[in-house]
């Protein structure tokens, strides 16, 4: 009966570890939706993308989302209307996204010798009237076919930092101009509206106060990287609202109790001699970064607001302790420390951020493996291979327009080389993308973890 006994005490600690509970939810997503980000090359790089799945998958890991790039390079209004219903429109969204203008802009008009022209300022205000027109038809017809519509305002064109790239003075400026556009379409939608325009041009002020060549932008003044792509990811979130915790800890070591517990399950507490222990489930893992991004981070003061995994220890007796986690000793702290909340997410020693790190790998999977795939539609757009009806003529056409070597843009030539290859994997290439996103969902699930807090000798 002993034998019997013991196993059903076991069996009945798995639902106490099995799920951990969550306390917060999303603002805007549901669990299952269909995320669809719509764009120009920004888009299609992948690295807001990137991080915002990050930021999504590592929050709430029960909530497993499903991210569709559907940017391409060189796109504008008139081609993401050109391809709404062949190539946007048959995945049911649930949630559109959209950021567009930076081809729209004309940054040729921009340069120093188009400026001087009379002309000049009766052209800009010409595609600005053609951008708010084909803008509006966007908006419309993806806010009526999602549950929402997040319009973003343009990313910036880095007009204020110091490099060899030519400086199209003015860009800027009017991007901005879009933006506001592009809040007036909003109201008429009910959209959400995330100000990328402010963030960045906010953040390069910053950094040029020490720094005039650092930027959020590449050095083609146009393409944020992976710094850039967390900047805009940072402020996707705080515009949408989102949760600032990955769960709240607190233990009172007079009364020997549980002071609270969010968004975490907390069972097994122990006192022992000074020591402090426990086992809890949180819901959620810390948002992983890198060098760089801390450095960014500096001018956003995105982390310490909304990357919160507080663990606090009220009543202790004055002294240092250590803090352990799975028997791995992960820091020392005062009293003090304790008494006020140590933020765990800052802590890159704990297994917790280890995990949440493999989730980042898969997550930068993710965006490599949906930009290649995008390529295929970039390619038939770019190569005008749509008026071929089957995927057999499509490629035959790309060998020849390949071999014939009269496409200048090298980064279009690549593509149209690399098609043939490709497309009889586009199907496949679409599931894998997919699959990427379900494996990083399973690598967020939350684990128990041992943890100890016991006096420094």
Not at 80 to 86: G, S, V
Not at 147 to 154: D, G, M, Q, V
Not at 400 to 423: C, D, H, S, W
Request: hydrophobic share 35%; net charge positive.
């Amino acid at each position: 009966m002993k034998k019997y006994a013991a196993i059903f005490s076991a069996l009945a600690l798995i639902p106490l570890f099995a799920f951990a509970k969550q306390d917060q939810t999303s603002k805007v997503f549901k669990s299952g939706d269909n995320v669809c980000l719509v764009g120009d090359s920004i888009t299609h790089g992948g690295f807001y993308t990137e991080n915002i799945a990050l930021f999504y998958i590592t929050r709430f890991p029960d909530m497993e989302l499903k991210f569709h790039n559907l940017g391409i390079s060189g796109d504008s209004c008139g081609g993401i209307l050109a391809r709404m219903e062949d190539d946007i429109k048959p995945i049911k969204a649930d949630i559109y996204t959209l950021m567009i203008g930076m081809n729209d802009v004309g940054r040729g008009k921009f340069s120093d010798a188009n400026r001087s022209k009379p002309d000049h300022m009766q052209k800009v205000l010409n595609t600005r009237e053609n951008y708010s027109k084909r803008l509006g038809k966007i908006a419309s017809v993806l806010a009526q076919n999602s549950r929402r519509l997040i319009l973003f305002t343009p990313s910036i064109y880095d007009q204020t930092s110091e490099g060899e790239t030519e400086n199209l003075f003015g860009v800027n400026d009017e991007l901005k101009v879009y933006g506001e556009i592009g809040r007036e379409i909003a109201k008429k939608h009910n959209a959400l509206v995330v100000d990328m325009w402010g963030q960045m041009e906010a953040a390069n002020a910053k950094l040029h106060q020490t720094d005039k060549k650092k930027s959020v932008i590449s050095k083609d003044r146009v393409h944020p990287r992976d710094p850039g792509g967390y900047v805009m990811a940072a402020k996707f979130v705080e515009d949408l609202g989102e949760p600032k915790f990955v769960s709240r800890m607190e233990i009172d070591a007079a009364k020997k109790s549980l002071a609270e517990s969010f968004n975490a399950d907390v069972s097994g507490l122990k006192f022992d001699g000074g020591k402090i222990s426990f086992t809890a489930l949180e819901a959620a893992l810390p948002y992983p970064t890198t060098k760089e991004k801390d450095e960014y981070d500096k001018v956003i003061n995105f982390l310490p607001e909304y990357n919160r995994e507080i663990l606090r220890i009220r009543n202790l007796e004055d002294g240092k302790y250590s803090l352990s986690i799975d028997g791995k000793k992960v820091g020392e702290y005062s009293a003090g420390e304790l008494s006020d909340g140590i933020n765990l997410a800052a802590n890159k020693k704990t297994p917790q951020y280890a995990q949440a790190r493999e989730v980042a790998k898969l997550c930068s999977q993710h965006r490599a493996q949906s930009s290649q795939y995008r390529g295929i539609r970039a390619t038939e757009f770019f190569a005008k291979l749509r008026k071929h009806k089957t995927d057999e003529e499509r490629i035959e056409a790309a060998k020849k327009i390949a071999a014939e070597g009269k496409i200048k843009n090298p980064y279009v030539f690549g593509l149209v080389k690399k098609y043939p290859e490709l497309k009889p994997r586009q199907k496949e290439m679409e599931k894998e993308v997919l699959e990427i996103i379900k494996r990083a969902y399973a690598a967020a699930q939350p684990k128990p973890h041992a943890f100890e807090i016991a006096p420094l000798k």
